[in-house]
């Protein structure tokens, strides 16, 4: 049974959806590549797994740098074993309106977003082309449907959609789907961080958007990781190309 488990990489996996994803991931029975640019975050998220069974580990690695990403798919295939599922969660924002957003401000988010979940990709889809089996799952959001100050942010995860839809039609022959999960406001570090960066408390800013959402209330890092975790499942086999938006009401 052990050497027919599958084995799970999630970027950012440190902290908020990324961890919870992991964790959900971990209790389907998968083994799980806790990937982070943060050491100490990846290393805690592993080890909180384990505490729960879970066969982990932490790896360290920049997803926008093409070496970085070639060395660390290896060392996952070698310490947990050929990577069959991928979970491109890792982000960061840079927020601005268009007028003061830098340079460097888009190149960072096109950066982890795009580019990361390119390289990702490239390296895990020859073990899943081996396998005859995998799944990739590119967290989106609701914001590539556009969104004020987040002109980077905004085109990033519009980009991952079209990524997913032609990643879906590359490999699909080879037993890979390639979804996408579309969150919309989300209790985290990032969304508590947006709040401080215009002026409210998280209080204040959470109500704002909750107002505008049909269940009405915030979602959390579970609800995202519960539809991530569909999209990775042997059940999902017949879906892909797919853009799902966890935002509590219609979207797109």
């Known amino acids: 049974m052990a050497q027919e488990q599958r084995v799970a990489v999630v970027t950012g996996a440190g902290r908020g959806i990324g961890a919870a994803v992991a964790a ?6 998968r083994a799980v590549a806790c990937l982070d640019i943060d050491e100490t975050a990846a290393g805690e998220s592993a080890q909180r797994l384990r505490a729960d069974g879970v066969r982990a580990d932490g790896f360290v690695a ?49 950066s982890v977003h795009l580019r990361g979940a390119f390289l990702m990709t490239r ?7 081996e396998a005859g089996w995998g799944r990739v799952v590119n967290l989106s959001s ?14 990033a995860k519009a ?31 990032m969304t508590r961080a947006t709040a401080e960066r215009v002026g409210q408390s998280f209080e ?17 890092p579970e609800d995202v990781a519960d539809a991530v975790s569909f999209f990775c499942s042997e059940r999902a086999g017949f879906v892909s190309g797919q853009v799902l938006y966890v935002a509590g009401g219609p979207r797109g």
Not at 168 to 181: D, I, P, S, W
Not at 206 to 212: D, I, L, N
Request: aromatic letters at 6%; hydrophobic letters at 45%.
């Open 24 to 29: 959900r991931l971990g209790a389907d029975g």
């Open 142 to 155: 609701t914001s590539a449907l556009g969104n004020r100050g987040q002109a980077n942010y905004a085109a």
């Open 62 to 110: 920049d997803v926008a740098d093409e070496d970085a990403v070639e060395r660390v798919v290896a060392e996952v295939a070698e310490r947990l074993g050929p990577p069959t599922v991928l979970v491109n969660n890792a982000g960061v924002l840079r927020d601005n309106l268009l007028f003061k957003m830098s340079g460097d401000d888009w190149d960072t988010v096109m």
């Open 123 to 129: 390296a895990t889809q020859r073990h899943m082309t």
């Open 204 to 220: 204040e800013f959470s109500a704002a958007r909750v107002a505008a959402i049909p269940v009405n209330r915030p979602g959390q």
């Open 159 to 189: 980009g991952l959609q079209g990524f997913t839809r032609t990643v879906a039609l590359e490999l699909g022959r080879f037993g890979v789907t390639c979804n996408a999960v579309a969150p919309g406001f989300i209790v985290t570090d």
